[in-house]
């Protein structure tokens, strides 16, 4: 059992950023993915960026924006979003793929003027 707990959500102005940080209830091996997705009014979830062993993929609308890093403890996933746009706009959740996929309660990003 993986328990994910997600911060650093909340309401920053177009071209502003934010981190959000994901703590896993146990340690998780650098060789498993660590990610974040997030879901949108009425859309499907959707990858946002990912970690494995250290390497990161992203999806393309957030390339160059955003930033995945794992913690030097063994059980965090960060995720640094710059330049946000209002379409960044979603309910973001941590996701730990071991034998089986756990995620997090999500964190609410608005971006609003």
């Known amino acids: 059992q993986v328990t994910l707990v997600e911060s650093g959500g909340g309401l920053v102005q177009p071209g502003g950023s934010l981190n959000l940080s994901c703590t896993a209830s146990v340690d998780i091996f650098r060789a498993y993915t660590m990610a974040w997705y997030r879901q949108a009014p009425g859309e499907q979830r959707e990858l946002v960026a990912k970690?494995?062993?250290?390497?990161?993929t992203y999806a393309d609308s957030v390339s160059g924006r955003f930033t995945i890093w794992r913690g030097t403890t063994r059980n965090t996933v960060f995720l640094q979003m710059n330049n946000l746009k209002l379409e960044d706009t979603a309910v973001y959740y941590c996701?730990?793929?071991?034998?089986?996929?756990?995620w997090g309660q999500g964190t609410q990003v608005t971006v609003s003027s």
């Open positions: 970690i494995t062993d250290g390497r990161t």
């Open positions: 996701n730990v793929q071991t034998r089986a996929m756990w």
